[in-house]
């Protein structure tokens, strides 16, 4: 069974930085892309950041030149890195995996919080 387990949300003042972590329980290229997704109180969720399997990444508008999404293949872990947080940026942050070449994920963390907040 796949396992995706997020860490390193918490809280942090507008301009901060924090840097998610998420660590899969198989080999990161038995999947086709790992992704960030957040979802904020009464909005939808919303597709942050991705990584293929080829090394591609893309990020949404709103955190490109903020948000940087790497890998350590060898520990099994995909990170988010974002820098110059605003209060906008504040939602719950789901690590995200797929198998496909589809739209649809397969394997959802179970998300960690991120509070920007003076």
């Known amino acids: 069974q796949v396992r995706l387990t997020e860490s390193g949300g918490g809280s942090v003042q507008p301009g901060g930085s924090l840097r998610l972590s998420c660590t899969t329980s198989t080999n990161i290229f038995e999947f086709n892309a790992v992704g960030w997704y957040r979802q904020a109180p009464g909005k939808q969720r919303e597709l942050v950041a991705t990584?293929?399997?080829?090394?591609?990444?893309d990020y949404a508008d709103s955190v490109k030149g903020r948000f940087t999404i790497s890998r350590d293949n060898a520990k099994y872990t995909v990170y988010l890195q974002m820098n110059n947080l605003k209060p906008e940026d504040t939602a719950v942050y789901y690590c995200a995996a797929k198998l496909g070449l589809g739209s649809a994920y397969d394997y959802w963390g179970q998300g960690t919080q991120v509070t920007v907040s003076s």
């Open positions: 990584i293929n399997v080829g090394g591609r990444t």
